[in-house]
């Protein structure tokens, strides 16, 4: 796996490259070969407030959406909570998480990249917060990217610092010759759903 042509060493394990703001990186297997389906995950955590008898977890709905968008820059598709398939079937939401309790990802979206349409070029993964909390009453928030055929965690981006913001365009995956690479965005933004966000997300696109 390279970042500017050039080897980059494990920061997280085995293959995981950490990625920090602006960073693109080449995806590929393990040995070489175009990836076929990978996983984009996201993770969070409320930040416990504390009471006078006891610490109280708020309930966060932080959502995931992928939006596809062709070379041009127009949507061509999203991916959501209220549209969990593309309408070609290649992209697939897990399901909603309304509170980001448990450990590990809270939401995902698969992708088959070897079934995604020709037109689509690029696909920017934005997180929103639905229930309206900005980023000051969330903490270990990131974004990773799996290849799903073996479960071997390819690149993370962690969502660092607070903010009053309510959105972060995480990161976007493009097709780069005949494959595809993988950039962070980490820009800031304010919405509920990713529609609100489209005039955000058109710079990186």
């Known amino acids: 796996m390279s970042i500017g042509g050039q080897d980059v060493l494990s920061t997280l394990g085995p293959m995981t490259i950490s990625?920090?703001?602006g960073q693109t990186v080449s995806l590929e297997k393990r040995g070489g070969g175009s990836l076929t389906r990978v996983r984009m995950g996201l993770g969070w955590d409320?930040?416990?407030?504390?009471?006078?008898?006891?610490?109280k977890q708020a309930e966060i709905d932080l959502d995931a959406t992928a939006v596809l968008y062709?070379?041009?820059?127009?949507?061509?598709d999203?991916?959501?909570f209220q549209q969990l398939r593309s309408k070609d079937g290649s992209v697939v939401h897990t399901?909603?998480?309304?509170?980001?309790a448990g450990d590990g990802d809270d939401e995902s979206i698969v992708?088959?990249?070897?079934?995604?349409?020709?037109q689509v070029a690029t696909m920017v993964f934005v997180v929103n917060s639905f229930t309206g909390q900005d980023f000051t009453q969330i903490q270990n928030a990131f974004c990773r990217l799996v290849d799903e055929t073996n479960g071997e965690e390819l690149a993370r981006y962690d969502l660092t610092g607070s903010g009053t913001h309510t959105a972060q365009i995480m990161a976007k995956v493009s097709r780069d010759g005949a494959g595809w690479a993988m950039t962070a965005i980490g820009a800031t933004a304010t919405g509920r759903t990713f529609r609100d966000l489209l005039p955000a997300i058109k710079p990186h696109v």
Do not use: H, I, S
Not at 46 to 52: C, E, H, Q, S
Not at 95 to 100: I, K
Not at 111 to 118: F, K, N, R, S, T
């Open 95 to 100: 399901g909603d998480n309304r509170t980001g």
């Open 111 to 118: 992708v088959e990249l070897a079934q995604l349409p020709a």
């Open 70 to 76: 062709d070379a041009r820059g127009a949507v061509v």
């Open 46 to 55: 409320a930040v416990a407030k504390k009471g006078f008898f006891r610490t």
């Open 78 to 80: 999203q991916v959501w």
């Open 19 to 21: 990625l920090q703001k």
